[in-house]
């Protein structure tokens, strides 16, 4: 069975961010588990992540509220294939998205981007 975090631990993340940004948060988290419902989370330095453990080894995604949008870490995303330019980022490994509102989250393209980057993440890590 996979690790949810509690409302208390989502709201101490989430709280501090706009109402705006919260709610896009929120709607993300809400997408991310309906993928990856064995996902494991936690709640660390301002942001959410959803992994196969509780480390950084095993991390697939991350929540992270900005100022005005939500940030969706995509963990090695730098290799993945991303034809619709969705993908921001210039480190080695990781990569993210800018979620601005919750209507992006009906992006046929962002759910393939996610889909592709959790079945690689799961051929990685053997889970």
């Known amino acids: 069975m996979a690790d949810r975090l509690t409302d208390e631990q989502v709201d101490s993340v989430l709280g501090a961010a706009g109402r705006a940004v919260s709610a896009t948060a929120r709607a993300l988290r809400a997408t991310l588990l309906e993928i990856f419902p064995d996902a494991i989370e936690t709640a660390e330095g301002g942001e959410l992540g959803l992994g196969f453990d509780r480390g950084y080894a095993g991390l697939v995604f991350t929540v992270s509220p900005q100022r005005g949008y939500v940030n969706l870490g995509v963990a090695r ?10 993908m921001e980022g210039r480190g080695r490994v990781h990569r993210h998205v800018k979620i601005r509102d919750a209507d992006q989250l009906d992006d046929v393209a962002l759910g393939d981007l996610l889909g592709r980057a959790l079945a690689a993440r799961r051929v990685e890590t053997g889970t």
């Open 77 to 86: 995303g730098a290799s993945l294939d991303d034809p619709a330019g969705l």
